[in-house]
């Protein structure tokens, strides 16, 4: 039998080939948005409106005299999330509203957000539930009152948003993203409209705000911004929450 001898040229070319072959770079992990919404220096009032100085001194949107109309949103979007506390809201569907003999306003739709005219709590409302965020307090909430599932990080003082409804009694979690973000006009916001609610600047977007004196119902779910803070209650039990930077209260 005959052996062929390659020449040592021939081998390291073929040794270099196989080598350039099995050394490839990786591809790049995606990076992940967590999609936390943080949004800061908000303005005290809406283009075109005038401010109305509150008691405690803050500036508070004003709401358009005209007769009230029913407001149209956007068609649903794709959801971010489906409910939850710690779960962002999805995008709203089509949602109206419609100013009441007592001037209460009704909304239809499966959620409404809105902001109170200090702009430090938003809240977002759905037909069996609501939670409000608080961007500052002077308080810690009671250990009690703070969801049980809520993750560990979720202190007394860094518990920032009250909920009721569904079945549960009002209790205090953490949101990791900014609620005033979804109180826009294109979104949560899209309820407001001639002679319903009023509006505000934040960040450059127009956000929908509930002025004081106000009650907005959706649902089973009402809430009503006054100068002492915001209580939503849930209308099937009668348990709720007043929420505010120097109190809270549960009922």
């Known amino acids: 039998m005959t052996l062929s001898v ?18 490839g770079s990786p591809e790049g992990e995606p990076t992940v ?9 908000a303005e005290t009032t809406g283009p075109g409106q005038d401010a109305s100085t509150t008691d405690a001194g803050e500036a508070a949107p004003t709401t ?9 949103g956007p068609d649903a979007g794709t959801p971010d999330s489906t409910d939850g506390d710690g779960a962002r809201p999805e995008m709203p569907g089509e949602v109206s509203a419609q100013l009441q003999s007592d001037g209460s306003i009704l909304v239809d739709g499966g959620q409404a957000s809105f902001l109170m005219p200090s702009q430090n709590v938003a809240c977002l409302v759905r ?5 409000c965020q608080i961007d500052g307090k002077e308080y810690d909430a009671r250990s009690a009152d703070i969801d049980p599932a809520a993750f560990a990080g979720c202190t007394p003082a860094a518990a920032d948003a009250m909920t009721v409804g569904g079945g549960v009694d009002p209790r205090w979690s953490c949101l990791p993203y900014d609620l005033r973000a979804d109180t826009d006009v294109t979104g949560g ?19 929908a705000v509930l002025p004081y004196g106000t009650t907005l119902r959706l649902g089973n779910i009402s809430c009503t911004s006054d100068r002492q803070g915001v209580a939503c209650t849930d209308l099937t039990t009668g348990h709720g929450f007043q929420l505010a930077s120097q109190r809270y209260a549960i009922h």
Not at 64 to 72: E, L, N, Q, R
Not at 127 to 131: A, C, G, L, P
Not at 189 to 207: E, I, K, N, R
């Open 6 to 23: 390659r020449s040592p040229v021939v081998l390291l070319v073929l040794v270099a080939g196989l080598l350039t072959a099995c050394t």
């Open 33 to 41: 948005d967590g999609g936390v919404h943080a949004t800061t220096g």
């Open 64 to 72: 358009d005299p005209t007769d009230a109309g029913a407001s149209t």
């Open 127 to 131: 037909t069996d539930n609501v939670v």
């Open 189 to 207: 916001g899209a309820w407001t409209g001639p002679g319903l609610g009023a509006t505000a600047t934040l960040d450059g977007a127009t956000v």
